[in-house]
């Protein structure tokens, strides 16, 4: 039934053609432990494409130059390079304008940087800064430093068994006192997909508050338009996108930025510097300390021309049939404890053997070449709620295969015997 699904998915549009998709990602090729990689860790990171790692040596082979400041020819096409790829993502997730997309080092910079502009600009004691208790500790920790310096604070909307947040409860917590509601887009551990609309639309109903999503795990999947969700912020980072890492984004609208003070300051943010003071850039550029992470920004825009050339149709109707398939081989292993039973959610699957740690199978799984990620993965407080010290997390990507799952399930019941 499942490959069934897969295979019409993949009649329905010959750009999908899973062997051929897989031989764009030279790592998949590979051996680990004399077996073949079994990558399940893209929640982590993803692996990138021939195009993407193209880029990168043709920017140092031949483009290698700084931008924004020079005048001869390698820094004048760079910069355009660079420039355009800004305009890449601007289109991507459909900002109004491509001064809304200010290059980062990943999402955790990008909520650091607004935790840190918002927070001078708009947040004193007492007010009230709204997240949940299913976010990644980068979308927890700068807002719980932001409240304890501003003697700000922080509430939570909490989570049910089945790791859905509990909505009911965003209009309790929402007052005339919230000055910025941030939540993520889908779960790293769970996969949740969160009904971002709705909370937006409950949010704005009734309060002020600016509003943050976290994309960092749903642009793999998905293809956000900021300008439809009307959401304030939305960030993440180009390495869990194809892309590389160390660079990421930071969407925010214009009229946030035009009020907001710098962020880091130094080269790249001015207008001009006397002396005595600094008069700083518009737009995103005063946000741009630095010199930037060039070839990042161009492989970023390279992935998102790779994935926007598959499309999302498909990749999601294959990632929902590698999801169901892994689901139910799983759920048919006795002793297995899946976590996060929502509807609405997407190509993660985090689950415990009982009575075993997760570490220890996910050191036995890399003996036969799978790699899984076991642990908290960032997220303490929701392993909190299920009181366990982590989980095992299996996350897919468009080019993992059925196939890949048969030999993560087998691998999975042996270490299970072994471990027994
Ligand atoms: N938010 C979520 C939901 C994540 O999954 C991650 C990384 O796993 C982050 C934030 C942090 O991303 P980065 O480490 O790329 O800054």
């Not at 050191?363 to 407080?381: E, F, M, N």
Request: proline share 4%; net charge neutral; charged share 20%.
């Amino acid at each position: 039934m499942v490959a069934e699904t897969l295979e019409g998915a993949m009649k329905q549009n010959t750009m999908f053609d899973i062997h051929k998709i897989r031989k764009d990602f030279p790592i998949l090729s590979r051996t680990v432990n004399g077996k073949p990689l079994v990558y399940l860790d893209n929640g982590a990171t993803a692996q990138k494409p021939q195009s993407v790692i193209d880029v990168l040596t043709h920017y140092y082979t031949h483009q290698n130059s700084n931008i924004h400041r020079g005048v001869h020819t390698l820094s004048r096409e760079i910069t355009i390079a660079y420039e355009e790829a800004r305009k890449t993502i601007q289109l991507h997730i459909n900002a109004k304008q491509p001064g809304e997309i200010i290059f980062t080092k990943g999402t955790t910079e990008s909520i650091n940087l607004v935790a840190h502009c918002f927070g001078n600009l708009a947040v004193s004691e007492g007010d009230e800064i709204i997240i949940t208790q299913m976010e990644h500790h980068s979308n927890i920790v700068p807002w719980q430093q932001l409240c304890k310096e501003k003697k700000a604070i922080l509430k939570y909307i909490p989570i049910n068994e089945a790791g859905e947040l509990v909505l009911d409860e965003l209009p309790k917590l929402l007052s005339s006192k919230t000055k910025l509601v941030a939540f993520t887009h889908i779960s790293n551990t769970l996969g949740t997909i969160n009904p971002v609309k709705e909370m937006i639309a409950t949010i704005r109903s009734l309060s002020k508050a600016a509003i943050l999503i976290d994309g960092a795990q749903a642009v793999p999947h998905l293809k956000p338009n900021v300008q439809d969700l009307a959401c304030d912020f939305y960030v993440f980072s180009g390495h869990k996108l194809f892309g590389p890492t160390g660079v990421g984004v930071l969407y925010a609208k214009e009229e946030w930025l035009a009020k907001f003070g710098p962020y880091q300051t130094g080269g790249g943010t001015i207008k001009t510097v006397t002396l005595e003071k600094t008069e700083f850039a518009d737009g995103p550029l005063k946000f741009e300390a630095g010199t930037p992470h060039i070839e990042g920004g161009i492989g970023l825009a390279a992935a998102i021309d790779y994935v926007n050339a598959i499309g999302f149709d498909v990749i999601q109707k294959h990632e929902e049939a590698l999801m169901t398939y892994a689901a139910e081989k799983l759920s048919a292993i006795d002793n297995i404890r899946i976590y996060g039973s929502s509807k609405h959610k997407t190509s993660v699957i985090a689950f415990n053997v009982i009575g075993i740690h997760p570490f220890d199978v996910g050191t036995l799984l890399d003996k036969y070449g799978i790699a899984v990620r076991s642990g908290h993965h960032c997220t303490q407080p929701l392993c909190q709620f299920y009181n366990i010290p982590g989980t095992i997390r299996a996350s897919f990507a468009f080019y993992n295969t059925m196939e890949e799952i048969d030999l993560f399930i087998e691998a999975l019941k042996k270490s299970i015997k072994l471990l027994s």
